[in-house]
């Protein structure tokens, strides 16, 4: 990074961004020790259309022995609810990705030091974490409590791709490190993506975003019907709708921090955030919908999180 640009992002280093980053993680793990106590299939199904309906059938046994025990059933299932969305933080890391690295450049080209640089910095930040994660559970032995035998898969994993074979590799030794592949891809492609924003505008980027989304998933699901992986992240396209809504308001808050954030923490922008993830979840329903609901879900949560933690 050029020098010159060195004080005005530290003068610029946004608090907010690193507690909504806590915040997501906190979910994300409180997510991931719900799931391994054995409650997932205890809690209501979150989505709306059904949810009305799972959550009287969980709590009548309750209600019928009183209205204390039927008030308990009910707030264990909200916060069983509230836990299963825990996922859904992971749109917010991806919004916050292509925020942070659009606004690290501000409105350079390129990085002063060029991209094989950034790629070396980038790179350099991520394996050694990733690697020490695989060692320390290696390590764990039986605490790690692993599933499946240790086999070809484990060297594909610490590749950082784990592509091959995606349905058996994308969740393998530990489902978390899906993560890291999606990161790598879209680390891969933000030069390219970064050129294509700066030429036509955050706005139109961060919709056709969406819109490249949107026709990737209906592509997976309604014409080639493989593996759900793939638009879960094994292909970066599948989520782009977080990642370039993340470059336009990183692009946007460069420009105008003060206007951006004016925008960002007032109340209606927090309803609207609700709203937006509200039809997110929504979508779940149909597949067209589902095209949609990373997208939706990642606008509004991203928000939502955003005013938590200002």
């Given at each position: 990074?050029?020098?010159?640009?060195?004080?005005?992002?530290?003068?610029?280093?946004?608090?907010?961004?690193?507690?909504?980053?806590?915040?997501?993680?906190?979910?994300?793990?409180?997510?991931?020790?719900?799931?391994?106590?054995?409650?997932?299939?205890?809690?209501?199904?979150?989505?709306?259309?059904?949810?009305?309906?799972?959550?009287?059938?969980?709590?009548?046994?309750?209600?019928?022995?009183?209205?204390?025990?039927?008030?308990?059933?009910?707030?264990?299932?909200?916060?069983?609810?509230?836990?299963?969305?825990?996922?859904?933080?992971?749109?917010?890391?991806?919004?916050?990705?292509?925020?942070?690295?659009?606004?690290?450049?501000?409105?350079?080209?390129?990085?002063?030091?060029?991209?094989?640089?950034?790629?070396?910095?980038?790179?350099?930040?991520?394996?050694?974490?990733?690697?020490?994660?695989?060692?320390?559970?290696?390590?764990?032995?039986?605490?790690?409590?692993?599933?499946?035998?240790?086999?070809?898969?484990?060297?594909?994993?610490?590749?950082?791709?784990?592509?091959?074979?995606?349905?058996?590799?994308w969740f393998y030794f530990n489902p978390s490190f899906w993560y890291f592949t999606l990161l790598v891809q879209l680390y891969a492609v933000f030069p390219l993506l970064w050129r294509v924003a700066r030429r036509i505008g955050p706005l139109p980027f961060a919709l056709g975003g969406l819109v490249v989304t949107a026709a990737v998933r209906w592509s997976l699901f309604a014409g080639w019907a493989i593996s759900t992986h793939w638009a879960e992240g094994g292909w970066?396209?599948?989520?782009?709708?977080?990642?370039?809504?993340?470059?336009?308001?990183?692009?946007?808050?460069?420009?105008?921090?003060?206007?951006?954030?004016?925008?960002?923490?007032?109340?209606?922008?927090?309803?609207?955030?609700?709203?937006?993830?509200?039809?997110?979840?929504?979508?779940?329903?149909?597949?067209?919908?589902?095209?949609?609901?990373?997208?939706?879900?990642?606008?509004?949560?991203?928000?939502?999180?955003?005013?938590?933690?200002?």
């Amino acid at each position: 990074m050029d020098p010159s640009e060195r004080p005005r992002e530290a003068e610029q280093r946004l608090v907010w961004v690193d507690v909504a980053k806590g915040l997501s993680i906190l979910w994300i793990a409180y997510f991931h020790l719900f799931q391994e106590a054995g409650h997932g299939d205890r809690a209501v199904n979150p989505v709306p259309a059904r949810y009305t309906v799972r959550l009287a059938g969980f709590c009548l046994p309750a209600v019928d022995e009183g209205w204390l025990p039927g008030a308990a059933c009910v707030a264990r299932a909200l916060v069983g609810s509230f836990t299963l969305l825990g996922f859904h933080a992971v749109a917010v890391f991806l919004v916050l990705s292509g925020f942070g690295l659009a606004r690290s450049l501000g409105n350079v080209e390129r990085p002063s030091q060029g991209w094989g640089r950034w790629y070396r910095r980038r790179l350099l930040r991520l394996f050694p974490l990733y690697w020490a994660a695989h060692l320390v559970i290696l390590l764990a032995g039986p605490l790690a409590r692993l599933d499946e035998s240790l086999d070809a898969r484990l060297l594909v994993s610490m590749s950082g791709l784990r592509l091959w074979p995606i349905e058996t590799a994308w969740f393998y030794f530990n489902p978390s490190f899906w993560y890291f592949t999606l990161l790598v891809q879209l680390y891969a492609v933000f030069p390219l993506l970064w050129r294509v924003a700066r030429r036509i505008g955050p706005l139109p980027f961060a919709l056709g975003g969406l819109v490249v989304t949107a026709a990737v998933r209906w592509s997976l699901f309604a014409g080639w019907a493989i593996s759900t992986h793939w638009a879960e992240g094994g292909w970066f396209a599948g989520r782009m709708a977080e990642f370039a809504l993340g470059i336009g308001l990183g692009m946007v808050h460069r420009r105008d921090r003060l206007a951006t954030e004016a925008w960002l923490f007032r109340p209606p922008s927090v309803a609207l955030g609700f709203a937006l993830w509200w039809l997110g979840l929504v979508s779940y329903r149909s597949t067209l919908g589902y095209c949609f609901t990373n997208g939706l879900i990642g606008a509004g949560l991203f928000v939502v999180v955003a005013n938590l933690a200002e």
